[in-house]
């Protein structure tokens, strides 16, 4: 099972979303740890890397909903471990 920690800002752009927008979120996350857990990403959060941005990675989960995550060193041997970054529009982008 993939594991997560969270950088600072990711909770600082996390208080910003509604409430609609924070459950829309987590929805998201929740296909993304189950993609990590198969191995394959679903084409609807369009999981890819953040150009310009070394190991940053986004994915999508509304229509101007956009988080960002980086890779870490794995928890539990064997499975990705993911380090949320940010979470908002395309402001993010800004800053991934």
Known sequence: ???HTEEPQF???DLGLSLHDRA?????AQKLVHDLAIGAFRKGLRVKRVQGWRGVWEMTWADDGRATFSYGDSVLPGHPHVIWRRVGSHDIFDNP
Do not use: S
């Open 11 to 13: 909770w600082v752009d």
């Open 1 to 3: 099972m993939p594991t």
């Open 24 to 28: 829309a979120f987590r929805r998201g």
